[in-house]
């Protein structure tokens, strides 16, 4: 099984990733970290620690990440998509969890599993990317044991928090910029021109919220969030951004990659958090300085919808 740690704001994409992992015979989910993002540090903490309880996943330790950002702003946040408590306030209908929040912070208890773990380790990040750079900075050996960051994150197109910048990277810039350029682990970027295209619709809601008790607690976390993507969409249906991811993390090669220049735009303007992949012609690249096409990463650009729906389903 892929060893994973899933570090996340939820946020009601965030549960359906977070569920995928915790009750697939794929994965070996060694914690779950929490990142402020959709909504304040408190709350996607104890929502993390709930949807594990709901999946019978209490072994499952969890510990409490950052409150801001690394560098500028005050945590962004977006209660107009996911409810005022990030789960379209139907957080106190999932289950209590047993087991405590654990006393180490998030960075250490990343870079204790990393150290601990005879096998690389993959890192979904499915918030802003705060916790994942503070790691890197903080505990450079930790770097050797990654596998794989596996980013929800970013938008080659339009955005969607800005015109330009999609909400995790818009949320702390100069995290993104850290984990993405900083050459120390392979990275997977899932950006959401991807993640729209892997809308699910109605009837695979349906299918989900008969599927039995888990399914039936999840769909219930969806009111809000389905109701904003009824008009992102313009259909009923949802994007589950994290939940794509989070499939790629598990089983490599879910998602279609292309090996691509990205650069995440870190000044203050209408462009601040955007994500720019350079699709250039070699000859006109080559024609750059490398300060000017920047770091090679993966970038998700493709999937077998069909089966990618069904996994997310299972
Ligand atoms: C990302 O932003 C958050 O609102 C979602 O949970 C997802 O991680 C999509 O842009
Ligand atoms: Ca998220």
Redesign the pocket.
């Given at each position: 099984p892929t060893k994973l740690i899933i570090d996340t704001?939820p946020?009601v994409?965030?549960a359906f990733a977070i569920a995928l992992a915790a009750l697939s015979d794929e994965v070996d989910l060694l914690g779950v970290t929490s990142v402020y993002?959709?909504v304040p540090l408190a709350a996607t903490t104890i929502n993390a620690r709930r949807v594990l309880a709901l999946c019978g996943r209490d072994d499952v330790p969890v510990a409490a990440g950052a409150q801001r950002p690394l560098v500028h702003r005050h945590p962004n946040e977006?209660r107009y998509?996911?409810g005022a408590d990030g789960l379209s306030g139907r957080s106190h209908a999932l289950p209590e969890p047993s087991r405590p929040l654990d006393e180490r912070d998030a960075v250490t208890l990343m870079a204790d599993l990393l150290a601990a773990s005879d096998e690389p380790v993959t890192i979904a990040p499915?918030?802003p990317l705060t916790n994942i750079a503070a790691l890197l900075a903080a505990h450079p050996a930790a770097a050797e044991k990654i596998a794989r960051i596996v980013i929800?994150g970013g938008a080659l197109g339009h955005g969607?928090t800005t015109a330009a910048a999609?909400?995790?990277i818009w949320s702390d810039p100069e995290a993104a910029h850290r984990v993405l350029t900083g050459g120390e682990a392979p990275c997977v970027l899932v950006p959401?021109d991807l993640t729209y295209r892997c809308a699910v619709d109605a009837a695979w809601m349906t299918e989900l919220g008969t599927s039995g008790p888990i399914g039936t607690a999840l769909d219930a976390l969806t009111p809000d969030y389905r109701e904003h993507y009824r008009g992102a969409l313009g259909w009923d249906g949802m994007v589950l951004?994290?939940a794509v991811a989070v499939a790629e993390a598990i089983r490599p090669g879910t998602l279609r990659t292309e090996r691509v220049a990205v650069q995440v735009e870190c000044s203050f303007g209408p462009g601040r958090g955007a994500t720019y992949a350079d699709r250039r012609l070699p000859a006109l690249r080559a024609a750059s300085a490398e300060s000017e096409t920047g770091a090679e990463t993966e970038v998700a650009v493709d999937a077998d919808l069909d089966q990618l729906r069904a996994q997310l389903l299972a």
């Open positions: 704001d946020g994409d965030d993002g959709n977006a998509v996911h499915i918030g929800m969607n999609e909400f995790n959401m951004h994290d």
